[in-house]
Structures are given as C-alpha cells and as structure tokens.
C-alpha cells in the first residue's frame, strides 16, 4: 500500500510570491492533515480535511489555504511569503474514522519550503 | 486544554544502552497515545501506539504502556543501536467539542547514539 506522498520534496520561493503544496493520502483515507514544523516552534496544526470540508483549524493567518478534492488529494496554499514561513510542510492522512483506530495518522516526507 | 510533555534533549546514549524518553500529558477526554520518530531530513513516522489504560505499544524494540494513573506513556528500549538515532515525539488524539479528534505533539527529544 502506497504511503501519504507529498510533492514537491523542496522549493525555494521569494518573500510576497506565493506557493501550493500537494498531498496524496494513503489509499481509502478520507482525512487529511496539514503541520508546519521549525525548529523554533516545532510541530504546529494548519488543518484539517475530510470529505472536502475543513474540519478543524490551526491559529495560522488567512495567508494560509486548503483544499481538499473528490479523490481526498489535497493541497495547501501560502500567499504572500514572509521569511519566517520557511519550514517543513507536513501532510498526514488517516480513515477520518470517529474511533481511536480510525484517527491515527500517517505522515508523508514532506516538503522543505525556503523563502529568500 | 490538552497538552503533551516530553523530556528535554538531546539524549546522548553508547550503543546498547537503556533508553527511557519521558512523556506526560493533560487530557479532558480519554485520548489515545502514539509515539512517532523523524529521522534526518524525512517526515514523521508511527512508532507505536495506544489506545486505552494498560496497553503496551511495541514496535522494533521499542515499547511504552499507557499509564493513566500518572498519565504517563513513557518510551523505552532495552539496547539501543546508531541506527535509533532520531527525533522522537509523544503525541496525544483527544476527541473535540464537535467530536472530531484533535492531535497534540509534544516538542521532540533528539536521541543520539554513539558506536
């Protein structure tokens, strides 16, 4: 079985562009979580998608975005990048199920954004 | 609120030593436990887990026993090896108000193990 995949594994970008990152979860997973981790601040919520409807929400800016599609794929979406929005971006994806089982959830590699 | 509490690293370990990563944590709710490591430059990996008192996770060596008495899921090996080597965190996944579930990870401790 395939694991969650995300693309691109690194980009660097230029403060006030913008970026979209892309997730694939694993097979039949229907739930979609997107982290920010730095050092400084660690492993930090954006998001959550299931079913194409955001189902919780980090204390990020508008300047960050989701989506999530018919097929679960979903992407993440950062305007206007400021320096300190380079990180790793970190999906994960799990059933979405409302059991202990069904909600554990699995990371991808994720990718490495630099903004210069 | 729900939180997570980890040992400060790093934790520097000679191979085939015991290791013992302490974790702790505040729940409203009954949550489930996981243990995840990040190797360099990769993402987040599922250790082990639990979902209920008295459980024990193991995986690769590997274990921790969910402890709601002192609400404690403590991750220990009995020998560990260069390859252990990583960023490990204690998460927890509590149900919402909504009755959605919510993880909280902990801040990482950063193991290195020396041949």
């Known amino acids: 079985k395939a694991g969650v995949t995300q693309t691109p594994r690194y980009l660097i970008k230029t403060r006030g562009q913008q970026v979209t990152l892309s997730c694939s979860p694993i097979s039949g997973h229907r739930s979609v979580s997107w982290y920010q981790q730095t050092p400084g601040q660690g492993l930090q919520f954006l998001f959550e998608y299931f079913s194409e409807t955001q189902r919780n929400k980090g204390n990020f800016p508008g300047r960050f975005s989701g989506r999530q599609f018919s097929n679960s794929r979903s992407e993440m979406n950062v305007s206007t990048l400021e320096l300190g929005d380079s990180a790793l971006y970190l999906c994960?994806?799990?059933?979405?199920?409302?059991?202990?089982?069904?909600?554990?959830?699995?990371f991808g590699e994720g990718s490495w954004l630099t903004v210069v | 609120g729900d939180s997570v509490t980890q040992m400060e690293g790093p934790v520097t370990l000679s191979e085939e030593a015991f290791l013992t990563i302490n974790c702790t944590y505040t729940a409203t709710g009954y949550p489930s436990l996981f243990w995840y490591v990040q190797y360099p430059g990769e993402g987040l990996q599922l250790l082990l887990k639990?979902?209920?008192?008295?459980d024990k996770g193991s995986n690769k060596g590997f274990e921790a026993t969910y402890r709601k008495e002192t609400t404690s899921f403590h991750l220990e090996k009995g020998s560990v090896q260069v390859s252990d080597s990583a960023v490990y965190f204690c998460a927890l996944s509590d149900r919402t108000a909504s009755g959605t579930y919510k993880y909280i990870f902990g801040t990482g401790t950063r193991l290195k193990v020396l041949a």
């Open positions: 994960a994806s799990s059933q979405g199920q409302e059991t202990p089982a069904g909600n554990t959830i699995y």
């Open positions: 639990a979902t209920k008192a008295d």
